[in-house]
């Protein structure tokens, strides 16, 4: 959602018993085989995948409740899901304590996946403080969150956080807190032996960071690289818009040789009438070279006037949203073939160091030396929402880690990484790795969404 500067955590790991290990095994259905990384691509078996969804949470920031924990809540909104013919939801915060078994073999079975937040609002990244809040607490929810989901084979994805970096001014130095959460994650996945289960970041369309961020999260030693990179993008506005009035052409052109999956998290522009013309573009030969498809905001309306849907109570009313998504969906099939996808992905190099990128050398924080056990004891049972923050509750990042030093290798794309040079940066040098100011407002809830457009 809009706005959202969390990734989250909770408190003491505990040790893994056979019975916890046991719930890891994976479900399987045919309907959704795992999705894997090819290049810049995602893919279902042999098949390109494009996602086609819709961001999913009702009750939004009034009323946070996990809508894959209620088997009635879900399986009521799963048949409007296929009626739209959907393919993916996105959820931005679940309580990892619950059981989801039946609502993630619903959407399994109407061959649905889940791209979803590691997020709640008390566990987080403080984008004032993201030193102190980078901690075991935290990390223990992130991996415990993975522990939860990793286990069904329709779990498309993990994001490691959603618009940390915006148009504030200092935002940028939160980076590489993001893309260490991100290494974090990966090595959780890969020394916990759990499906390669793809991990990335969703980012704020800011114009003068959004290339540098990218490119950021896809430089460096492997360990360090992300597996896609999303971004929420509301620049196409019906009716009077269009793909190069929109400026979508510019954003295709900048990400041409981009070598990770690129989609976008957020999308549909309600300044205008909205017709949902974009998609012609985004599943068309304009776009499939680059980007695999988009999720619309939002599934429920919030109160800020983006939903397709409008719940009260067991009934849910169809708007005229929801009817123009219907048709366009149906006019833009999912396409065929490969798309032009770039087979060769590949790393990019570090963003140069620039007054709208003040980081100046690629160093990021080491993993705080309490969270490293949980790589080889597991992080034990989440606490789900919670009612304490965990953002200065644990033991921070005592230092810098040195490059390789993570062991994710979850799902990256072929291709080496890029060669760094003196004159690239994940920090900035006079910042360093102690309390770290990164935003000049305090954080903000998880479920701000659109609204603040």
Request: glycine share 10%; with cysteine.
């Amino acid at each position: 959602m809009k706005g959202i500067a969390n990734i989250l955590s909770t408190t003491v790991a505990l040790t893994a018993t056979s019975a916890f290990a046991a719930s890891l095994t994976p479900r399987q259905n045919a309907a959704t085989t795992s999705i894997t990384v090819k290049g810049n691509a995602f893919f279902q078996g042999d098949t390109r995948f494009y996602v086609r969804g819709v961001d999913y949470q009702p009750g939004g920031s009034s009323k946070l409740v996990d809508p894959l924990a209620d088997s009635t809540t879900c399986t009521r909104d799963i048949a409007k899901f296929k009626d739209l013919g959907l393919n993916t939801v996105r959820v931005y915060s679940v309580d990892n304590s619950a059981n989801h078994d039946t609502c993630m073999k619903a959407l399994s079975d109407a061959g649905i996946y889940l791209v979803l937040d590691v997020n709640t609002p008390q566990y987080s990244l403080n984008r004032n403080d993201p030193h102190t809040s980078y901690n075991d607490v935290y990390l223990q929810n992130v991996f415990a969150t993975i522990d939860a989901f990793a286990k069904y084979n329709n779990t498309l994805a993990f994001f490691s956080g959603n618009e940390v970096v915006n148009d504030q001014t200092n935002s940028t130095a939160c980076a590489p807190y993001i893309k260490a959460v991100t290494r974090d994650m990966r090595s959780y996945i890969s020394s916990r032996k759990l499906r390669q289960i793809p991990v990335g970041y969703s980012a704020a369309d800011v114009d003068t960071v959004r290339l540098e961020l990218a490119q950021y999260m896809n430089c460096g030693s492997n360990d360090e690289r992300s597996d896609f990179f999303a971004f929420n993008d509301y620049s196409w506005c019906d009716p009077s818009s269009s793909y190069t009035i929109s400026k979508w052409d510019q954003k295709v052109k900048n990400f041409t040789n981009y070598g990770l999956p690129l989609f976008l998290s957020e999308f549909g522009c309600i300044k205008g009438t909205r017709d949902f013309m974009e998609l012609a573009s985004l599943y068309g030969t304009d776009m499939t070279p680059v980007y695999s498809g988009g999720l619309v905001y939002e599934y429920s309306e919030e109160g800020s006037g983006y939903g397709l849907v409008t719940i009260n109570g067991d009934s849910v009313t169809e708007g005229k949203d929801y009817s123009a998504l219907k048709s366009s969906l149906s006019a833009n099939k999912m396409p065929t073939g490969d798309g032009g996808y770039n087979k060769t992905g590949g790393a990019s190099t570090c963003p140069a160091q620039s007054v709208n990128w003040p980081i100046g050398n690629d160093t990021l924080p080491a993993i705080p030396q309490p969270a490293e056990k949980y790589m080889t004891q597991g992080a034990g049972k989440g606490l789900g929402f919670g009612t304490v923050s965990s953002q200065t509750a644990g033991t921070p990042s005592s230092g810098d880690a040195k490059s390789g030093s993570g062991t994710g290798s979850a799902a990256t794309p072929s291709g080496t990484a890029g060669k760094k040079s003196s004159a690239v940066a994940l920090r900035a040098p006079e910042f360093g790795f102690s309390p770290l100011v990164c935003g000049v407002v305090a954080v903000v809830s998880t479920f701000l969404g659109a609204a603040l457009l």
